[in-house]
């Protein structure tokens, strides 16, 4: 049996990752944890994520549970889960992390523990978008240069990054499969005199409202046509079913940094 210890226990996503674990075959919630002061933090995991009672009270420190656990699945922030791959690493256990937000350096902390530990680091764990990512990798190379891409992502009012780390994910895919340098050719909005839209440029626009889970359109404009990808998450449970096959999945592994598409063998 493979035992998840679940990071942000008391969050939107930690509850349904959770949630999401209930009643799985050969995996199982062995453990929850939340920040210091917070108010999930003594609860019972089960009732704060609306499955019942599991006997599993969440705690504030990683270090008390993660003898309980094989695999930790964290959703958190980056300063976060940099603290939590440290003490991760040093016990030799795996990690899924959907963390997004991380900057260039942080991220290089992340390859480092992957040395010693297998990680499944992911800007976003659904199966859908995934398989999105192979779809524009296989498409952008046949459509050329001969069209446009804008990529628009919308998200609820309490996300805290921008653009999405799907988003730039997409675009990173794009851009790889034209032969492109994103960071040369990443347009991040657009206002005033700008001038006529260079021809390699890639348009990445996000927008803030409500209560949307999550909303990816990567658009291919030509001449005289345009091919338009669209993917809707309509709950955070696509994020959570997707964490848990790549828990499942990167348990026992050997050191590493991987991400969805290894889980979903959707590698060339």
Avoid: C
Wanted: proline share 2%; hydrophobic share 45%.
């Amino acid at each position: 049996m493979i035992k998840v210890l679940v990071a942000g226990a008391g969050g939107r996503m930690g509850g349904r990752i959770i949630a999401a674990l209930e009643g799985q075959e050969g995996i199982a919630l062995g453990g929850a944890f939340e920040k210091k002061g917070h108010s999930a933090v003594g609860q019972d995991a089960g009732s704060v994520s609306g499955i019942g009672d599991k006997g599993l009270v969440i705690v504030d420190r990683l270090e008390s549970i993660i003898d309980s656990g094989d695999v930790i699945i964290d959703f958190t922030d980056p300063e976060a889960t940099l603290r939590h791959v440290e003490l991760v690493a040093a016990q030799e256990k795996a990690m899924v992390i959907g963390t997004t937000g991380m900057e260039a350096g942080q991220k290089d902390e992340l390859e480092k523990a992957a040395r010693k530990i297998p990680v499944v680091f992911a800007p976003n764990t659904s199966v859908g978008v995934n398989l999105l990512f192979k779809v524009l990798s296989d498409v952008a190379p046949i459509l050329g240069d001969a069209y446009d891409v804008e990529i628009v992502e919308t998200h609820h009012r309490f996300k805290k990054d921008a653009p999405s780390g799907t988003a730039r994910k997409m675009a990173e895919v794009v851009a790889s499969s034209l032969g492109r340098d994103l960071e040369k050719v990443a347009v991040y909005g657009r206002s005033g005199m700008v001038g006529e839209r260079k021809k390699d440029e890639i348009g990445i626009f996000s927008m803030r409202g409500g209560d949307v889970v999550g909303e990816h359109t990567v658009i291919f404009s030509g001449l005289g046509d345009r091919v338009e990808f669209t993917h809707r998450a309509h709950s955070r449970d696509t994020f959570a079913q997707g964490a848990v096959r790549a828990a499942r999945w990167v348990a026992g592994r050997v050191p590493g940094l991987y991400d969805m598409m290894d889980v979903l063998g959707l590698k060339k």
